[in-house]
Nanobody, 126 residues
Framework: QVQLVESGGGLVQAGDSLRLSCAVSGRTFRSDAMGWFRQAPGKEREFVAYGSWSDSLTCYADSVKGRFTISRDNAKNTVYLQMNSLKPEDTAVYYC???????????????????WGQGTQVTVSS
């Protein structure tokens, strides 16, 4: 059973940076996909970023491209989301997720991810 625990959320001002972490346990080689999603109040959960454990493949939502970066530390079994130039519209609960797939064609759909963390709140004030 894959378990995911996010941390690093908080209250920041517009233009600030924040790094989220997702500690992963119980992962097997099948769970190659790692993703970050977010959900704002009253809105659906939306894709933010995807990365592969096995190579450098990534993909990003257009709204965060150039500002957010997904990375991983294989030795620590941890995935990161570096968020720069934060905007008030980035305010949401951020979730990390693990999926048993590889590639960009499935990376944006939450139903393709098998395991989810509990979420961490990010609030960006203007």
């Amino acid at each position: 059973q894959v378990q995911l625990v996010e941390s690093g959320g908080g209250l920041v001002q517009a233009g600030d940076s924040l790094r989220l972490s997702c500690a992963v346990s119980g992962r097997t080689f099948r769970s190659d996909a790692m993703g970050w999603f977010r959900q704002a109040p009253g809105k659906e959960r939306e894709f933010v970023a995807y990365g592969s454990w096995s190579d450098s493949l990534t993909c990003y939502a257009d709204s965060v491209k150039g500002r957010f970066t997904i990375s991983r530390d294989n030795a620590k079994n941890t995935v990161y989301l570096q968020m720069n130039s934060l905007k008030p519209e980035d305010t949401a609960v951020y979730y990390c997720a693990a999926g048993e797939f590889y590639g960009r064609t499935r990376c944006t759909r939450p139903e393709n991810y098998n395991y989810w963390g509990q979420g961490t709140q990010v609030t960006v004030s203007s």
